[in-house]
């Protein structure tokens, strides 16, 4: 497989932004992002048995008689490649009054060539991510926790939500077919929100909520939706410094 020549991969990030004195003033980070990733694999290879050179040009000589085609040094079943902006364009900003807004466009597609049944198989995704959070200390509740002296918190609180929206389309062709028909695809939507408490150095409280949503586009899928939710809270009994 000498002939096969990889692509590079690249990330780009800029965060040059905060040297404007005009807008160091207002926020502390701002990250400008853009990635590609690509690969190409195959599940497996085999020699052929019957392959034959007789002029020795390193080329197939010999044709099967049953499918007519030249037959090949190697037998390659299934070829994939996948390709994958993540980003195509994205930003992470965090203001001086600690509050992060981030945002990120991807873009993707899996392309997978069977060499059994001479089949193109091609998947499709965009997403949408967002995301934001906000810390507060001295955060006044409309109730009282137990064992606290007053309503007002004493440590820094940690509110964030994420929301994340991604198209899947799926199609197929036969390479000795023009046509292209599509197969399915779906609409995944998916929203976090948390809050983070720190009680002090050993308890961490977290409360979260995880719902995901997948809507098929064909009727033979039905649509689901998962939910998760609960408290969380972390211990550390490792020993403090003294």
């Known amino acids: 497989f000498s002939g096969i020549k990889a692509m590079p991969n690249w990330r780009a990030t800029y965060t040059g932004l905060t040297r404007i004195p005009s807008v160091a003033s207002k926020f502390s980070n701002i990250s400008l992002s853009h990635g590609y990733n690509g690969t190409l694999s195959m599940n497996s290879y085999n020699?052929?048995?019957?392959?034959?050179?007789?002029?020795?040009?390193?080329?197939?000589?010999?044709?099967?008689?049953i499918s007519g085609n030249y037959v090949p040094f190697f037998l390659v079943p299934n070829i994939?490649?996948?390709?994958?902006?993540m980003p195509v364009f994205?930003?992470?900003?965090?203001?001086?009054s600690q509050m992060n807004?981030?945002?990120?466009y991807r873009k993707?597609?899996?392309?997978?060539?069977?060499?059994?049944?001479?089949?193109?198989s091609e998947v499709k995704s965009t997403e949408w991510v967002f995301g934001g959070s906000f810390r507060k200390r001295g955060v006044r509740l409309p109730f009282k926790l137990p064992g606290m002296k007053g309503k007002k918190l004493e440590n820094d609180i940690n509110l964030r939500l994420d929301l994340a929206f991604r198209d899947?389309?799926?199609?197929?062709?036969?390479?000795?077919?023009?046509?292209?028909y599509s197969t399915g695809g779906q609409k995944v939507i998916t929203i976090q929100p948390s809050i983070d408490y720190i009680l002090n150095?050993?308890?961490?409280?977290k409360l979260y909520f995880d719902q995901r949503r997948v809507i098929p586009y064909i009727s033979t899928s039905a649509p689901t939706v998962n939910t998760r939710a609960g408290i969380q809270i972390r211990?550390?009994?490792?020993?403090?410094?003294?």
Not at 80 to 85: A, G, S
Not at 90 to 96: N, Q
Request: proline share 4%; aromatic share 10%.
């Open 47 to 65: 020699s052929a048995l019957s392959f034959a050179d007789p002029l020795v040009l390193s080329a197939p000589g010999f044709i099967d008689t």
């Open 80 to 85: 994939t490649i996948q390709e994958q902006f």
């Open 90 to 96: 994205g930003f992470d900003v965090t203001t001086v």
């Open 101 to 104: 807004l981030k945002f990120e």
């Open 108 to 120: 993707s597609r899996q392309l997978s060539l069977s060499l059994i049944d001479y089949q193109l």
């Open 168 to 180: 899947d389309v799926q199609s197929n062709s036969r390479l000795d077919q023009e046509n292209n």
């Open 201 to 205: 150095n050993r308890f961490n409280v």
């Open 235 to 242: 211990i550390s009994l490792a020993p403090q410094g003294q």
